[in-house]
T-cell receptor
């Protein structure tokens, strides 16, 4: 595809439910990022992959959050035992290189925990 | 104190006027600075990047950086109603494992009225 693709676009989860959010980066992009954006706030960094290696996971808010990119392309962000404070837009972004390149964002997955 | 601060606005300007958006950051080792535009319900879109002190112009947009004052600004000349959006300031170290670890401000809502 032409851009970063995320699915599902919208997800309503009951508190305590596990969710998985998928990101399909631009073909050939080495770097992949996950960000969390709460309503009315700027995005906050969660984690960074270079190919299949997770180089930085310092932004993951708790051990309920887990991300993987096993083959260096598609990535999944998993949230276990969702809580209301997890309600946010989860943005995936990719970049062709490992420095100095434009970072392209996907449309986001809107998660609402009820 | 937040690492990247923006006035949340809303900032309202008439069509054709200059819109001035401001951003301050706290980490003196920040090296790269970006302005993203985000329409409601859409993903952030990069409009300007700046890496050294001074001004950088691109069409109707001018980014200004003053590292001594830890200040970044964005000027939009001849503002159009289509410029109405949230403008996000972001900073990063942009090297090594910090690549792509953008720290965003909360965004400034700009409204350009006809």
């Amino acid at each position: 595809g032409a851009g970063v693709s995320q699915s599902p676009r919208y997800k309503v989860a009951k508190r305590g439910q596990d969710v998985a959010l998928r990101c399909d980066p631009i073909s050939g992009h080495v770097s992949l990022f996950w960000y969390q954006q709460a309503l009315g706030q700027g995005p906050e960094f969660l984690t960074y992959f270079q190919n299949e290696a997770q180089l930085d996971k310092s932004g993951l808010p708790s051990d309920r959050f887990f991300a993987e990119r096993p083959e260096g392309s598609v990535s999944t962000l998993k949230i276990q035992r969702t809580q209301q404070e997890d309600s946010a837009v989860y943005l995936c972004a990719s970049s062709p290189g490992t420095s100095g390149n434009t970072i392209y964002f996907g449309e986001g997955s809107w998660l609402t925990v009820v | 104190q937040k690492e990247v601060e923006q006035n949340s606005g809303p900032l309202s300007v008439p069509e054709g006027a200059i819109a001035s958006l401001n951003c301050t950051y706290s980490d003196r080792v920040s090296q790269s600075f970006f302005w993203y535009r985000q329409y409601s319900g859409k993903s952030p879109e990069l409009i300007m990047s700046i890496y050294s002190n001074g001004d950088k112009e691109d069409g109707r947009f001018t980014a200004q950086l003053n590292k001594a004052s830890q200040y970044v600004s964005l000027l939009i000349r001849d503002s159009q109603p289509s410029d109405s959006a949230t403008y996000l300031c972001a900073v990063t170290l942009a090297t090594g494992t910090s690549y792509g670890k953008l720290t965003f401000g909360q965004g400034t809502i700009l409204t350009v009225h006809p």
